[in-house]
Structures are given as C-alpha cells and as structure tokens.
C-alpha cells in the first residue's frame, strides 16, 4: 500500500465526471467558458466543448458552468474520484455522489424552488452562493465595502481577539501588479516542480518526481491535481488576471498573537464577509494565489510587496477576496457531497 501511494502521488488515476451539454438550450453565450477555473471548456462552433490541450485533468464537478448559464443547459453527471494512491477519496465520499440540499432530509422536494419558501434567509444565501469569475465593470461603492467588512468584525474568535485587519485595494494599477507578480511566481513554480502531464513528468529526472512525492506529505494540498491545473489555467491564460477582473480586492490579515487557532477564527471573519456580501447582491471568490508573493518568498522579497500594501506586523497575510457586481445571475444552487455524519447516541 505505501508503494502504490508513492506511486500514484502525481495526476494519480482518477474517474471524472462527464460534463453534458443541450445542444437545444445552449445559445452560446460562453459564460460556461469564462467561469470554470481550470479553464477545461472552450467554445466551438458557439458551443462549449472539452478543450483538447487538456490530455489528463478534466472536470472536478464544481458546477460553477451550471449556475452560471442563463438557459439551464447544462449539467454535470458522475462525481469526482480519486482511484488509487495518495489522494485517493472512494473511500471518503459515499455514494452516490452529490446531491442538491436536503435541509429536511429525506422529506426535502427534489426542486430547490418548492421548499425555498421555508427556508430562512440565512440559509437561503449558504445555499446560492458561489465563486463568482463573471464580474462588471461598475465599482463597489466603499460604504458597501465597510458594510460587509462590518459582517467580519462580528465574528465569533478565541478570547474575543479579533485578529484581523483588512487592505481594501481598489487601485487597478495597483490590482495590475499584484496579478503579474502572482503569475510570475505560479509559473515559476508550475515550470520548475509540479509539471502538468504523465507525459511531462516521465521526462522529469529522479530526483524532481521523488520531490513532487515528499511535497504531497509535506505540503499535502500543493501536488493535488486540482492545485497544480488550476494555477496553470492562471498562468497559461492571464487575460482576466488572478483576480479575475474585479474591480475591488479585500486582502484579509492576521494577528498572529492571537491565542488559540487563529487561522481558524481569521476563517471565521472570511465567511462572514463572504455571506454578507452575497445576501447583498455583490459576489466573490476566495484567491489564495496570492500566497505565493506573500507567505512563500524569501523575507527581504516580501517584505518589500508587505510596505507597498501597508502590511505591517503583528499582521501578516491571511487571504485574499476578489468582489464586485455579478456580471448575469450568477448565485443558484448547485450539487455536492453528502454530509458524512457519525452519531453518537
């Protein structure tokens, strides 16, 4: 067993979920194209297809394409599992794969719509919110900003620390260069460790293959296919940048005096500010990318990048949040994996 997951640590064999398309509902406006975050779909002949130059990763049944299209067109069929190796997850999801909410149970209708009436409104927005990659021009107003800021200052934390503070950047040269550093970094590192196919890996001398292997106990999520296709799908294709053209950036800090788990609590305020902002009609979507200019390089490099955005101790970087106006609907609910439960008593 420990041979195979040594083994199966890198693009392990996976079973993917079969992305179908109604070629009848479909008007191919290619929302689906622009929101997937590993950039598998392209459009052809108006219609949105696999993109070819993808000869290993395909869908992770995010279902982002079916929230965002207008026209219902689309829908995902089959789950996302792991087979073999390091990540394997057969034995983490039961089956049979993921389902729409079931807030009552087995008792709940099988349409969102006839039970929505009975739902609170809090429920309501846990429910449709989503990742949002389709943003409008038009720039959040900064009472709006304070406002669902204002949500993750009510956060519940250890010892009533509130460890947190926030950069809001709406400074789109400003939002430029931190895209380009980003990029620079994720191709830096997509080039030098983590290749993007079996056959590229094979190349790969020795001693990088055992290396891409000790990261996945070392750094468990960095070698996970899902990490390294998604940061090559911001690399290869920089058009919309890391922050996806939002016009506003909420970088997200930490006391790190703060007793007890403070990434925990910091995570805590993050959900606030991401709720309270969707039940406010603007979206969001978390951008972690930004680690690698400002948690990964060497002191002196970031510590240059932490004076230019007022980063100053005992705070340090926590996350990042892209907001903005959804461009079209872009909040419905969506699948996912049943909630794996043990009761006691």
């Known amino acids: 067993m420990l041979l195979e997951n040594l083994k199966q640590a890198f693009l392990p064999s996976t ?20 929101t997937c975050p590993m950039e598998i779909l392209e459009l052809r002949d108006k219609k949105p297809t696999f993109n070819e130059n993808f000869d290993t990763f395909r869908c992770i049944a ?68 989503r990742s949002v990659r389709l943003f409008q021009k038009k720039q959040v107003p900064k009472e709006m900003v304070a406002r669902i800021i204002e949500a993750g200052r009510f956060a519940p934390s250890a ?24 990029e620079k970094g994720l191709r830096a590192v997509g080039d030098r460790v983590f290749p993007t196919s079996l056959e590229e890996f094979a ?46 950036v909420i970088l997200v800090l ?43 390089p060497p002191g002196f490099v970031r510590k240059k990048l932490e004076m230019k955005l007022g980063i100053k101790p005992p705070f340090k970087y926590f996350t990042a949040i892209a907001l903005g106006y959804p461009l079209g609907v872009c909040d419905r609910v969506v699948k996912r994996e049943p909630a794996r439960i043990a009761w006691i008593g």
């Open 15 to 34: 079973s993917w979920p079969e992305i179908v398309v109604d070629a009848e509902k479909c008007d191919g406006c290619g929302r689906c194209v622009k």
């Open 62 to 129: 995010c279902e982002n394409c079916v929230a965002v299209c207008p026209n219902g067109a689309i829908d995902i069929k089959g789950a996302y599992r792991v087979l073999s190796g390091r990540y394997r997850n057969t034995d983490v999801f039961p089956a049979p794969g993921q389902t729409y909410p079931q807030p009552f149970g087995e008792e709940t209708p099988e349409r969102f719509e006839d039970y929505e009436d009975q739902l609170t409104e809090t429920e309501k927005v846990i429910y449709k919110r």
């Open 159 to 182: 010892g009533n620390c509130q460890p947190w503070a926030f950069v809001v950047i709406q400074d789109q040269d400003l939002i430029n260069e931190l895209c380009e550093k980003t």
């Open 203 to 248: 190349r790969r001398p020795l001693r990088k293959k055992i290396l891409c292997t000790l990261l996945s106990y070392r750094k468990v999520g960095g070698p996970d296919q899902r990490a390294i296709m998604g940061t090559k799908a911001v690399y290869e294709h920089p058009d919309r940048g890391v922050f996806l053209d939002a016009p506003t």
């Open 254 to 296: 930490m006391d790190r005096r703060g007793i007890g788990e403070v990434d925990y609590d910091t995570s805590l305020c993050v959900e606030n500010i991401v709720l309270a902002a969707h039940s406010l009609g603007l979206s969001t979507c978390l951008i972690g990318l930004l680690n690698i200019c400002l948690k990964y």
